[in-house]
């Protein structure tokens, strides 16, 4: 599956209000027919993020079939290291981020035991990548610590029943240690808050059952100011818009049970106006080309909203 952009441009109007459920559903089972196009083979980075972006945006359409079953674990398999983890596609060095793809789309199509089968120890291979002494996450071997990689740790290993492998209340202090005067959460301690940052943070105490540790009226205020006039949210103050937002913001929202503190239906308006109506795909924002991950948090932010009709409902976790 690819991530290149297009070949559609978002063009919603002012007044869109329908969503293009079949458009959508066809662009996605396009997107690996473009293996002629240059864009394809530069994001192999992404590939098996890719998949699961299109995968998860079928099962929010109602379309859960869509993509075939046995090479979707054939592709996944294929890029598991001989160390347990993923790598973004066959011959790529594993990775947190990718590993946790691979989980959640084996979970996802209820082929987890497929990673059993495999005998290299995938199931240990998130839990290896924690720093016993402060709680945080290596992404990989090389070292690099994110919360995005701590939260894609305690998002597989809590899919899979194996929380217990990592030491979970370190990892709560480290996350807490993220928080800054804001109420929101940065990188790692000290650093700028961000919206996805934030989703990670929040996301993580969540699977713990630490919740109760966030001020969340604070929280709530910060995350509610990132949407701006035209209904949108961004991910930073005097930031651009963008609909992945939709969701980083508004799961961190209903997390917390602030939801109903933004308005729900000119967020929906706006993220209406990134689909292209003609081709299917979602944009970061009107006028752009769509690409398969704006389609996927497009639409995942929509389902969480509740406003728009046709979508399966979406878990904020």
């Not at 689909?275 to 969480?304: I, K, W």
Request: proline share 3%; charged share 20%; with cysteine.
């Amino acid at each position: 599956m690819s991530l290149a952009q297009g070949p559609g441009r978002a063009g919603g109007t002012s007044s869109e209000q329908e969503l293009h459920t079949s458009k959508h559903v066809a662009y996605i089972k396009n997107l690996d027919t473009r293996k002629d196009e240059l864009q394809y083979w530069l994001t192999e980075h992404l590939r098996l993020n890719g998949v699961y972006w299109g995968l998860t945006a079928l099962h929010l359409l109602g379309h859960p079939d869509a993509l075939p079953r046995e090479e979707t674990i054939d592709f996944v398999l294929s890029c598991q290291n001989d160390n347990g983890g993923f790598g973004a596609a066959p011959g790529h060095d594993a990775h947190m981020l990718y590993t946790v793809s691979a989980v959640q789309i084996l979970v996802t199509i209820d082929a987890v035991d497929e990673l059993d089968k495999q005998g290299r120890g995938a199931n240990k291979k998130s839990a290896s990548l924690q720093n016993r002494d402060d709680g945080s996450f290596m992404g990989d071997q090389w070292g690099e610590t994110d919360t995005r990689f701590l939260y894609g740790a305690l998002n597989a290993l809590s899919l899979l029943g194996l929380l217990d492998l990592v030491d979970v209340p370190k990892t709560v202090t480290y996350v807490q240690s993220c928080e800054n005067f804001d109420g929101a959460y940065g990188i790692s301690p000290g650093t700028e808050s961000h919206a996805g940052q934030v989703f990670t943070c929040i996301g993580a105490l969540s699977i713990a059952g630490r919740l109760d540790l966030v001020n969340k009226d604070r929280l709530g205020a910060w995350l509610s100011e990132r949407q701006v006039d035209n209904g949108g949210f961004n991910g930073r103050p005097e930031k651009l818009v963008d609909a992945c937002y939709t969701w980083w913001v508004g799961s961190s929202l209903a997390m917390i049970d602030r939801l109903h503190w933004i308005d729900r239906k000119k967020l929906s308006a706006f993220v209406l106006q990134c689909q292209d109506p003609e081709n299917g795909g979602f944009a970061d924002r009107p006028g752009n080309m769509v690409d398969v991950y704006h389609t996927l948090f497009g639409l995942a932010g929509l389902s969480l909203l509740g406003v728009v009709d046709g979508l399966q409902e979406v878990d904020p976790i």
